[in-house]
């Protein structure tokens, strides 16, 4: 099986995250943090800030690693390194999703997440980001 690296935000202001509406693709609908593939010669770091200015015309600040998600989907594995950041710039343009919402402790769980990101928001309410 086939398996895609790719990094994704945890982007977090005033005691909650970010959740993206998947846009396109097979997993069109569910929900995921914003992120994408690494190209070569990138940094996960590097990439992530340059994935989440073409899928929201932000910037953000990659503040430290959290967690890697692992997860076999029917087409392939996916691995996803997540990292925890914060916003440079207040204002957002989705490009690649149908929406985004800001979800605390409590709303965490009212999205429909994809299945690897569920991983991710296990990890996040284990380190209390929310």
Request: hydrophobic content about 40%; proline content about 3%; glycine content about 6%.
């Amino acid at each position: 099986m086939k398996t895609i690296q790719v990094v994704a935000a945890i982007i977090k202001k005033d005691g909650k995250i970010l959740a993206t509406q998947r846009g396109y693709g097979d997993l069109e609908g569910g929900w995921e943090f914003p992120g994408g593939k690494v190209e070569p010669n990138e940094t996960p770091e590097e990439a992530l800030v340059r994935e989440i200015e073409e899928e929201l015309r932000t910037r953000i600040e990659v503040e430290s690693y959290l967690t890697t998600a692992e997860h076999d989907y029917e087409k392939f594995h996916l691995s996803m390194r997540c990292y925890v950041c914060s916003l440079v710039e207040d204002h957002m343009v989705l490009t690649e999703h149908h929406a985004a919402r800001w979800l605390d402790g409590e709303t965490i769980d009212s999205v429909a997440w994809l299945p690897a990101d569920i991983q991710v928001v296990e990890a996040i309410k284990a380190a209390n980001l929310v």
